[in-house]
């Protein structure tokens, strides 16, 4: 919403069509609910630029409108599958969590392309990678090469050299006000297979490490090799190539919100507008309930087409769509 010029409908300027312009042009947001009624948008401004480019491509307003979001959610759906089908990950096994200003709009057309059944929407989105930020846990890494190999390995100096980094590590964290007690240390090692041009990153033991200790390192990289790659080399010398020692500083977190009380859904409904949405492949113009999230009663499902207004965020419920707010006080969006 900070945006300059930013979408034409924020009345910053704006010329070009965006996302929102769209959004706003299918009846997908609430032009007097935006930012919690703080904010208005200019329905005439979006529209504007939407028929504009609409005429550019020789199709209607809502043709264009719909394409533009489905060319983003595409590229949100990609994004997705690259980290998930391309690495053997199949997506349909899992929820989607929608977070971010814009992400509630987008996430359940975005689930529908990947197959995902469900897509859960945390209390505030529009805050949740700040609060993030301010609660995850300090972390800090300290690295040393060593190059020593199975059956030769010098182990005072290796011990020695862990000390060094745990020494190093706890100073840091002490430039940030914490001390030895309140920070985790995590012992790895990169090794190979002698010869061999890469590593993969093995969890070393607390505490002294002796020849026992070692034994365990050395068949833990045998069984990460066989996961990796399919197979692994029982008699091949394993190298130590370097090691390095992570620390993790925990930050007070947030406690969980308090299960929401919520009124009705008819009290929650701030009113029915009309929204346009592809069913069976066709646009449709389909009367929609917008809904005001605080006062929306929990476990009390009910189907898309349907809006949800909170002040940092909106969540669209398309058709056939249900939602409904779990304890939590998060929305579960689910298809079918």
């Avoid at 480019?53 to 590229?75: D, P």
């Avoid at 914490?178 to 993969?200: P, S, W």
């Avoid at 947030?254 to 646009?283: H, M, Y």
């Avoid at 207004?309 to 579960?332: E, F, M, Y």
Wanted: glycine share 10%; proline share 6%; with cysteine.
């Amino acid at each position: 919403a900070g945006a300059r010029p930013g979408p034409a409908c924020y009345g910053f300027g704006g010329t070009e069509p965006t996302v929102t312009d769209a959004n706003l042009a299918l009846g997908r947001l609430d032009a007097d609910n935006f930012l919690g009624g703080s904010m208005a948008l200019d329905v005439g401004a979006a529209e504007q630029v939407i028929d504009a480019l609409a005429e550019r491509l020789g199709i209607e307003r809502f043709e264009a409108a719909e394409g533009v979001l489905t060319i983003m959610n595409s590229n949100m759906a990609n994004a997705i599958r690259a980290k998930t089908v391309q690495k053997g990950i199949d997506p349909r096994g899992f929820s989607l969590v929608a977070f971010g200003g814009a992400g509630p709009l987008h996430g359940a057309e975005v689930a529908d392309m990947l197959g995902i059944p469900e897509v859960v929407v945390p209390p505030h989105p529009g805050i949740t990678s700040a609060a993030g930020l301010l609660t995850t846990d300090l972390k800090y890494d300290q690295i040393k090469t060593e190059f020593q190999v199975k059956g030769s390995v010098d182990l005072d100096k290796l011990n020695r050299d862990f000390e060094l980094l745990s020494k190093e590590l706890l100073d840091q964290f002490a430039s940030d006000g914490l001390t030895e007690a309140e920070v985790e240390q995590l012992r790895f090692g990169d090794l190979r297979y002698v010869g061999q041009g890469y590593e993969l990153r093995v969890a070393f033991p607390a505490g002294n490490l002796n020849e026992a200790a070692l034994e365990q390192v050395w068949q833990a990289f045998h069984e990460i090799h066989e996961q990796e790659y399919g197979h692994f080399f029982s008699d091949n010398s394993i190298e130590i190539v370097n090691i390095r020692l992570t620390g993790v500083g925990k930050m007070p977190k947030i406690a969980n919100p308090p299960e929401p009380v919520g009124e009705s859904l008819d009290a929650a409904r701030a009113k029915t507008a009309t929204s346009v949405f592809r069913v069976d492949g066709a646009l449709q113009r389909l009367e929609t309930n917008f809904y005001i999230r605080a006062k929306l009663p929990p476990g009390t499902p009910f189907d898309g087409p349907a809006v949800i207004l909170q002040k940092d965020t909106t969540t669209v419920v398309p058709p056939g769509w249900s939602a409904n707010l779990d304890k939590g006080a998060n929305l579960i969006l689910t298809r079918g």
